[in-house]
């Protein structure tokens, strides 16, 4: 549980405890054609928190610590395809802590640092049947790590979460564009 909420308090690191993801602040820009993939900055990021819990890069997509494996996502090679991987969304087995609470998704075996914009696709899937929840859900995520959120309607196109991507396309670009401006005008990209 410490990971999960230190991630929570830190200012560039979204996760939720239901999912066996991370995401890292990437930049407030984007442009429709972006190339979705981890930047230099956001895998150092990584990286360096990480080491705090006793992680060591394995390889160049791996970190491990004993039995746990964090993934650093690579992207799909073609520009306009999701990386999308039901893994993501796993429901992990019904295990729970000492003091009979559930365990977060993040004390599974493997978890996988994805793009903003690969975890706002998660998160669409994951509520495809709730629209009202799968736009909750993105907002929440938008409040830390904005996403391309052009780009993923495009690779959504003949998905289960085509409708859903498109029907909340400009509420969520008005509501990212507000968070930008509020909250994120002056930050840079890691």
């Known amino acids: 549980m410490r990971l999960f909420n230190d991630i929570k308090s830190d200012k560039n690191l979204y996760a939720i405890s239901a999912l066996p993801l991370v995401t ?12 979705d993939v981890l930047s230099i900055g956001q895998r150092n990021y990584i990286i360096q928190f990480f080491a705090q819990y006793g992680f060591k890069q394995k390889t160049g997509k791996t970190l491990k610590q004993f039995d746990k494996t964090v993934h650093l996502v ?31 998704a993040l004390n599974r075996d493997n978890v996988f640092v ?16 709730d629209k009202a929840l799968a736009i909750e859900s993105v907002k929440q995520l938008i409040n830390t790590c904005p996403y391309n959120i052009e780009w993923l309607r495009d690779i959504a196109y003949r998905t289960p979460i085509e409708a859903v991507t ?25």
């Open 114 to 129: 994805i793009t903003p914009t690969m975890f706002a696709e998660a998160l669409f899937y994951c509520h495809v049947e």
């Open 24 to 35: 890292v602040y990437d930049d407030n820009w984007f442009l429709r054609n972006d190339y």
């Open 166 to 190: 498109n029907d909340s396309y400009n509420a969520l670009v008005a509501y990212q564009k507000h968070v930008i401006a509020n909250k994120f005008k002056k930050k840079k990209a890691l």
């Open 74 to 104: 690579q992207p799909n090679r073609n520009l306009a395809m999701s990386n999308f991987d039901p893994r993501f969304i796993e429901t992990p087995p019904q295990t729970s802590s000492a003091e009979g609470l559930n365990v977060d």
